[in-house]
């Protein structure tokens, strides 16, 4: 069935340091892949999403990459700062009234 | 102004009752959706609607009905909650359907005891 799969579970940082989120997808007619933020009690939010004919975008610190072959998707974010912590969800959509999530990560960016 | 709102933010509930949560977007979307999170943080589609029609029952247990008035609304009925109900349920809205950003809204913290 449908599955996307997310790595790593949590991930702790230094304040400056990268963060990198990967995710993985099973369904090859997927054509779209956003990122979304989900802070301590309010709803996720996105941030940046990829369409399946684009390898690569970028907005300001955060960036994401597509390879499509290997059904592999990642979000970047760099110079990371103490309100990037949050849980970030990846998840893909074949554009049918669906989006299958990851199974989140939460990332937690230390003073 | 709210984009996408939910009421009750929170609903604490015995076993076997029965429960609404509201939902309403005004961003004049055609499709709006009810997810599931559960207590790992897992976000789970439940149900898919576009332009008031049913578009996805995720294998959701009939115990829940949503019912779609009108495109800008869709609310989430519950009859005989279970324990096992107990989650954060999530309403979204999207312009189409077609894969563009889902707008979510804050969540219903639903605790059955």
């Known amino acids: 069935g449908e599955n996307v799969e997310q790595h790593p579970s949590t991930l702790s940082v230094q304040e400056g340091d990268s963060a990198v989120i990967k995710c993985t997808y099973s369904?090859?007619?997927?054509?779209?892949f956003p990122w979304y933020k989900q802070e301590l009690g309010k709803g996720p939010q996105l941030i940046i999403d990829?369409?399946?004919?684009?390898g690569e975008k970028k907005d300001q610190r955060i960036a994401v990459t597509l390879n499509k072959t290997a059904k592999h998707f990642s979000l970047h974010i760099t110079e990371t700062q103490p309100e990037d912590s949050a849980v970030y969800f990846c998840?893909?959509?074949?554009?049918?009234?669906?989006?299958?999530f990851g199974t989140g990560t939460r990332l937690k960016v230390l003073a | 102004d709210t984009a996408v709102s939910q009421t009750p933010k929170y609903l604490v509930t015995q076993m076997g009752n029965d429960k609404s949560i509201k939902c309403e977007q005004n961003?004049?979307?055609?499709?709006m959706y009810w997810y599931k999170q559960d207590s790992k943080k897992f976000l789970k589609i439940m149900f898919s609607?576009?332009?008031?029609?049913?578009?996805i029952n995720e294998t959701v247990p009939n115990r829940f009905s949503p019912k779609s008035p009108d495109k800008a609304h869709l609310n989430l009925h519950i009859n005989s909650l279970e324990l096992g109900d107990s989650a954060v349920y999530f309403c979204?809205?999207?312009?189409?359907?077609?894969?563009?950003?889902?707008?979510f809204g804050q969540g219903t913290r639903l605790t059955v005891v």
């Open positions: 979204a809205s999207e312009s189409q359907g077609v894969g563009t950003e889902a707008f």
């Open positions: 990829i369409r399946s004919n684009v």
């Open positions: 961003l004049g979307h055609d499709t």
């Open positions: 998840a893909a959509s074949r554009g049918t009234y669906k989006y299958i």
């Open positions: 609607y576009n332009n008031k029609e049913l578009i």
């Open positions: 369904d090859s007619a997927s054509n779209y």
